[in-house]
C-alpha cells in the first residue's frame, strides 16, 4: 500500500486548501465557515514519480471535548494511523494554545511531522513563519496555499519524509 500522510490543524487553517494544492486540483470542501470538512477525506496523490495517499482531516468535532481536545485527539488519531504527520498553522496568527497543544502531542510521534506555516501571500509574513520554530517540530515550511507559493518545496519535504 502507498503511504499516508495525514493533514491536521485547527480549523480554517487552510488545511483543504493546502490538500487542494497537493493533489494539484480542487477536490477537497473548502469553506470558510470553520469545520466544513467534518470527516477525514483520503485522496490519492503524486509527486516526483512517488504516489501517497493524503488524509484532510476536519479540524472541529463539536462536541464535549472543546476544540483544544478536539484537534489533541485528532492529533493522536494521525499519528497512529499515517506514515507522516503534516500540521498546518496560520502564520498570519501565529502559533496558539490550540496549536502549542497540538504540537505537544506530536512531538512524541515516532513518524515524521511536518509543519507549514500558511497563509503566506507575502514575504513580510516570512518573520512570523519563523517564529513557528517555537513549536519545536523543526523547520516551519512557509507557504501559500490558496496562490501556491513554495508549495513544491513543501512536496519535496513530504515526499522525502515518507
Ligand atoms: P481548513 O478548515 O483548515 O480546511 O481551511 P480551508 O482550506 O477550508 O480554508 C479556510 C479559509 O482560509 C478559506 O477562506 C481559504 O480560502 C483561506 N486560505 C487557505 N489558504 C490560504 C492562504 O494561503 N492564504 C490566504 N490568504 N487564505 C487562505
Ligand atoms: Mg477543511
Redesign the pocket.
Known sequence: AQPVLAVV????????????RILGRRE?????V????RDRVAYDALWNGRRFTVV?T???EPGATGLQGSVAAQAELAMSTSDAVLL?V?A?VGATATDEAVAKVLRRSKRPVLLAA????DERLLAEAASLWSLGLGEPHA?????G?SSGDLLDAIVNAL
Do not use: E, I
Open positions: 490543524g485547527r480549523p480554517n487553517v487552510g488545511k483543504s486548501t493546502l490538500v487542494n477537497a470542501v473548502v469553506q470558510d470553520p469545520g466544513v470538512t484532510d476536519g479540524g472541529w498546518v496560520d498570519t500558511n497563509k503566506v501571500d507557504v501559500s496555499a490558496l496562490h507559493r
